[in-house]
C-alpha cells in the first residue's frame, strides 16, 4: 500500500490514512467491499451507477427516488446535482438526466460556490414579483390549453412547471447558499476556512441546508473532466488521491457529524463511492487501472448498520471474493432504504414497466439495521 493503515473507533475499521476524518465517523459507517460493476470504461460506468443500465436515455436514481417520494419542497428543486469546478463527470448530463420520465424529474445543477447558485435564474428585465406573476399566469394559462389536447407532452407539462419553480426560486434558492447565518464554528468544520477544502465544504454545507429545506436527492461530485482532474489516477496514484482525499476528507466527514448533532441523520442516506475501483496493478509506473471486480462504497445513515463491514476482495484487492454486490443490488438496497420496493416501482414507457434495477437486484438486508 502506499499508505498506512490504523484502526478507528469502537468497530476498529481499518482506514487509510488518506481520510483521517473520515475514520473519525466510521462508527457510522457500513463498508461495502465487495462492490462489482459491469464495465471498465468511464463512461459507461457512470451511467450504470447513475441509472442501471450501461446505455444513456434511462432515468437516474436521483430521478427514480424523486419519482417515487415526491419533494417535500415546493420552492426548491426535488433532486440537485453539484459538479465539480472543474467541471462535470464524463457523460456529462446523461448522469443525472430524467430518461423516459417527464422532465420535471432530473436533476438541477446547483452552484455552491457564488452568487448565482442557479444559472439563468435571476430576473434580467427587473421585473416587479407582481408583473412576473402576472406574465406566468398568463403564460400558463395557454399553455395549459395547448397541453390538454397533448396530454402525453411531458416537455411541455415539464415547462408549465419549471416556470412556477423558477418564480419560487428567485427567492428560495438564493437564501440556500446563503452561508451567513451559518455559526463559524461549523463553517471551520466544514473547512471553509481553508483554500484545500473550501469548495468541497460549501458544496456539502449545502447538501445539509438542503436536506434540511426538504430536497429529496441531493449528488455532489469530486473530480471532473478527465485524468488527473478526477480520481483517475493513471499517472502518479499518491499525487492524485492525496490531492483529491485531501479537498474531501473533513468536509465529508463534517456532513456526517453535522447531520448527526442536527438529529437528521437517521433518516438521511449518505452514499459515497464511484463507479468503480483502482485495480492493484498498472500499465504504467506510479498509476493504478481500472476495476470493476471487486471495489468500495460505503453508506452512512438512513437505516443501515454503523460501523459494520460487507463483503471482501481476494488478498490483493482486485476481485471480490465474499458476498460479491452488483451494482443493482446497490440500488435495490437503497431504494429499499428509501422506503421503495425495487420490484414494484416501475414507469411504464414505450409499452412495458421499467424501473431502476431492470429485471435484476436484490437487497442487501445483512447491512440494514
Known amino acids: 500500500p502506499k499508505w498506512k493503515f490504523k484502526q478507528y473507533g469502537q468497530c476498529g475499521k481499518y482506514i487509510s490514512d488518506l481520510f483521517p476524518h473520515v475514520g473519525q465517523q466510521a462508527d457510522k459507517i457500513a463498508f461495502l467491499h465487495s462492490m462489482t460493476a459491469d464495465s471498465p470504461i468511464h463512461g459507461s460506468a457512470m451511467l450504470m451507477m447513475n441509472s442501471g443500465h450501461l446505455l444513456s436515455g434511462k432515468p437516474s436514481m436521483g430521478s427514480w427516488v424523486n419519482y417515487g417520494l415526491g419533494s417535500e419542497n415546493e420552492n426548491l428543486p426535488g433532486y440537485v446535482v453539484m459538479l465539480d469546478r472543474t467541471g462535470g463527470p464524463i457523460s456529462g448530463a ?12 432530473q436533476g438541477v445543477v446547483m452552484n455552491a ?25 398568463k403564460l400558463n394559462k395557454y399553455n395549459s ?6 396530454v402525453d407532452n411531458s416537455a411541455l407539462a415539464a415547462r408549465i412547471s419549471s416556470y412556477e419553480l423558477a418564480y419560487k426560486m428567485q427567492m428560495s434558492a438564493p437564501e440556500a447558499v446563503d452561508f ?15 483554500d484545500r477544502t473550501r469548495d468541497f465544504g460549501r ?28 480520481w483517475d489516477a493513471h499517472g502518479d496514484l499518491e499525487k492524485n488521491h492525496n490531492y483529491h482525499a ?15 448533532e442536527r438529529g437528521l441523520l437517521d433518516e438521511t442516506l449518505v452514499i459515497w463511492g464511484g463507479e468503480f475501483g483502482r485495480a492493484p496493478t498498472s500499465e504504467g509506473q506510479k498509476g493504478r487501472d481500472h476495476d470493476h471486480y471487486g471495489f468500495t462504497v460505503w453508506m452512512a445513515g438512513g437505516g443501515v448498520k454503523p460501523g459494520f463491514t460487507y463483503g471482501a476482495t481476494d488478498e490483493f484487492g482486485c476481485s471480490a471474493v465474499e458476498n460479491p454486490v452488483h451494482v443493482h443490488d446497490l440500488h435495490a438496497t437503497i431504494l ?34
Not at 455559526?183 to 476556512?193: F, I, Q, T
Not at 485531501?246 to 453535522?258: F, H, I, S, Y
Open 94 to 105: 446523461k448522469n443525472w438526466t430524467s430518461g423516459y420520465m417527464p422532465a420535471a424529474y
Open 113 to 137: 460556490s457564488g452568487p448565482t447558485p442557479i444559472l439563468d435564474l435571476k430576473n434580467a428585465r427587473n421585473m416587479s414579483r407582481e408583473q412576473q406573476r402576472m406574465l406566468i399566469d
Open 145 to 150: 390549453r395547448h397541453l390538454s389536447e397533448r
Open 180 to 194: 451567513d447565518s451559518e455559526p463559524e464554528h461549523l463553517k471551520k468544520l466544514y473547512g471553509l476556512d481553508q
Open 203 to 230: 458544496k456539502c454545507m449545502l447538501a445539509r441546508r438542503l436536506v434540511e429545506r426538504g430536497v429529496r436527492f441531493i449528488q455532489v461530485y469530486s473530480g471532473g473532466n478527465h485524468n488527473d482532474a478526477n
Open 246 to 260: 485531501g479537498n474531501t476528507d473533513q468536509p465529508v466527514a463534517a456532513l456526517l457529524e453535522d447531520l448527526q
Open 336 to 369: 429499499h432504504l428509501m422506503g421503495l420496493d425495487h420490484e414494484k416501482l416501475t414507469y411504464r414507457y414505450s409499452g412495458r414497466d421499467f424501473r431502476l434495477t431492470d429485471v435484476h437486484g436484490k437487497v442487501i438486508h445483512d447491512i440494514i439495521a
